[in-house]
Nanobody
Framework: QVQLVESGGGLVQAGGSLRLSCAASGPSFSRTIHTLGWFRQAPGNAREFVATTTWAGRNIKIADSLKGRFAISRDNAKNTVYLDMNNLKPEDTAVYYC?????????????????WGQGTQVTVSS
């Protein structure tokens, strides 16, 4: 089993910044997981792709609408992936989830993610 724990969410004014962290654990993590990703889900909406990064390499993908504001990074030694969010907008308000994909499939698709954290709430006020 792979465990994922998100942190760093909170309330921020529009234009502000937050850094989200996802700490991964499990004895088989490094040899099992191909990609870590961030997805978000607003109430009543489907979970949507935000950003992903491969674990062994540095193949990074960011949703087109978020490029220039969001960035994903990782610290392999700490088994942690980060999401840096800048110039936040009210429409960024959502629960942000960290997912782990053990397959080499399209990292932007939810179907490939086998493990999920509990999510962290990000609320952006006007």
């Amino acid at each position: 089993q792979v465990q994922l724990v998100e942190s760093g969410g909170g309330l921020v004014q529009a234009g502000g910044s937050l850094r989200l962290s996802c700490a991964a654990s499990g004895p088989s993590f490094s040899r099992t997981i191909h990609t870590l990703g961030w997805f978000r889900q607003a109430p009543g909406n489907a979970r949507e792709f935000v950003a992903t990064t491969t674990w062994a390499g540095r193949n990074i993908k960011i949703a087109d609408s978020l490029k220039g504001r969001f960035a994903i990074s990782r610290d392999n030694a700490k088994n942690t992936v980060y999401l840096d969010m800048n110039n936040l907008k009210p429409e960024d308000t959502a629960v942000y989830y960290c997912g782990a994909n053990p397959w080499g499939t399209d990292a932007t698709e939810i179907g490939g993610y086998e493990f999920w954290g509990q999510g962290t709430q990000v609320t952006v006020s006007s």
